[in-house]
């Protein structure tokens, strides 16, 4: 089984820039599809973007094209999130999960392992 260490959240002001990683011990990223997930108080967990280690295939919520990078450190066995240009309403928990399907879920169901969370706050 797999298990994440998320880290790298903080307090940032609007426009400034973030890298989340996710570094997972056990198993090695390579059999997995990794998701990045947010959540901000009072709603829904919503998919931000996704990666399939194996293909290096990406994709991207809509309102994070552009501003938010997935990448992969093979020899730490660790992902990354780089956000970059963040607004206010980015504002929410972030989450690394796992899938061994080859298929990038937009949904958290499609996921069976998850990291702790790490708070992401953008100040106004």
């Known amino acids: 089984q797999v298990q994440f260490v998320e880290s790298g959240g903080g307090l940032v002001q609007a426009g400034g820039s973030l890298r989340l990683s996710c570094a997972a011990s056990?198993?090695?990223?390579?059999?997995?599809?990794m998701g990045w997930f947010r959540q901000a108080p009072g709603k829904e967990r919503e998919f931000v973007g996704g990666?399939?280690?194996?293909?290096?295939?990406?994709y991207y919520e809509d309102s994070v094209k552009g501003r938010f990078t997935i990448s992969r450190d093979n020899a730490k066995n660790t992902v990354y999130l780089q956000m970059n240009s963040l607004k206010p309403e980015d504002t929410a928990v972030y989450y690394c999960?796992?899938?061994?399907?080859?298929?990038?879920?937009?949904?958290?169901?499609?996921?069976?392992?998850w990291g702790q969370g790490t708070q992401v706050t953008v100040s106004s």
């Open positions: 999960a796992a899938t061994s399907a080859p298929t990038i879920y937009t949904i958290a169901s499609g996921y069976d392992y």
């Open positions: 990666f399939i280690w194996s293909t290096r295939n990406t």
């Open positions: 056990g198993r090695t990223f390579s059999r997995y599809t």
